[in-house]
């Protein structure tokens, strides 16, 4: 069942500077993963994905490095800006699997600090 | 814009009564959505996988009988809240696949009464 009377971990950034985001999955057979920004009230928004023959990957201003033998991943955020501030899931699946079942990390809240 | 769309975004109900939730891809056809229930400051939990034309899948622990789910036709799942409890208030999120990419709605804010 779900917990209850969690607080998300909250990283405070200064705007401009880079921001990085620590995600533990749990399932070692997992193969694909992504981060999502949820904003407040609003449903998750893809950011990036990687899958697990990969260790890192770039996107605009965001970089994902994904270390399996720790079962860790982490996003990277260049120029932190105001409109980054949200909470960020990371998210574990099958890439490929039947149903695109994906389970989700706790979330970070990334504050933005102009 | 928004390639999966919920609906109501927020609904108000007494103790007691059903709520129907709608999720629909726009523009593409989604043979597999996914429910979600979130509640404040906390992530995302999958509460079941919606197949068009068959039975849904349920996770350990959440009611079938509860949370009735429906997916009559490629662009449209729905999930009814029957007989809504104050404990059943929560962020309800559906998600479906296009493309290899899973896009998830706005989510529906249930309060019950």
């Known amino acids: 069942g779900e917990s209850v009377g969690l607080h998300l971990p909250t990283l405070s950034v200064q705007e401009g500077d880079n921001s990085i985001i620590n995600c533990a999955y749990s399932?070692?057979?997992?193969?694909?993963f992504i981060w999502y920004k949820q904003e407040s009230g609003k449903g998750p928004q893809f950011i990036i994905d990687?899958?697990?023959?990969?260790d890192k990957r770039q996107g605009q201003r965001v970089t994902v490095l994904l270390n399996k033998t720790v079962k860790h991943l982490s996003l990277q955020i260049a120029a932190t800006q105001p409109g980054d501030s949200a909470v960020y899931f990371c998210?574990?699946?099958?890439?490929?699997?039947?149903?695109?079942?994906?389970?989700f990390g706790t979330g970070t809240l990334l504050a933005v600090q102009p | 814009g928004a390639v999966v769309s919920q609906h109501p975004s927020r609904v108000i109900c007494k103790s007691g009564t059903s709520v129907k939730i709608e999720c629909r891809s726009l523009?593409?056809?989604?043979?597999?959505m996914f429910w979600y229930r979130q509640f404040p400051k906390q992530s995302l939990m999958l509460m079941a996988t919606?197949?068009?034309?068959?039975?849904?899948?349920?996770e350990q622990g959440v009611e079938k009988d509860k949370f009735l789910i429906n997916h009559a036709s490629l662009t449209l799942s729905t999930l009814t809240v029957t007989s809504a409890h104050p404990e059943d208030s929560s962020f309800y999120i559906c998600?479906?696949?296009?493309?290899?990419?899973?896009?998830f709605g706005e989510g529906s804010r249930l309060t019950v009464l």
């Open positions: 399932n070692s057979a997992s193969d694909y």
């Open positions: 919606s197949n068009e034309g068959s039975k849904a899948t349920y």
């Open positions: 998210a574990e699946g099958l890439y490929g699997g039947a149903t695109n079942k994906l389970i």
């Open positions: 990687i899958r697990s023959n990969m």
């Open positions: 998600s479906a696949r296009r493309s290899g990419e899973l896009f």
């Open positions: 523009d593409f056809q989604a043979t597999t």
